[in-house]
C-alpha cells in the first residue's frame, strides 16, 4: 500500500483510538507471548513463553512489539 493511498483513507474503515490498546493493564499470557513472537501455538513454544515470561515478566511482550 501506497503511502498516499493509507493517508486518503475513508474515517469509517479506520480503527477508533477507543478500541486500540496494548494491554498495558491486561496480565500478559504465555500465548499471547508466543503469537507476538509471530509463532504458532504449540506445547513447546508455549513452554518457552512460560519460561521467558518468568523470567522478564511484562517485558519479554513488550521486546516483541514495535
Known sequence: ???????KRDPSEVTPDSLL???ASDDVTPE????????????ETLEWA???????GRAAIDAQLP
Open 21 to 23: 490498546h496494548t494491554g
Open 1 to 7: 500500500m501506497s503511502e498516499e493511498s493509507v493517508s
Open 50 to 56: 512460560r519460561r521467558r515470561l518468568e523470567k522478564e
Open 32 to 43: 499471547d507471548l508466543v503469537l507476538a513472537s509471530g509463532r504458532d501455538v504449540t506445547p
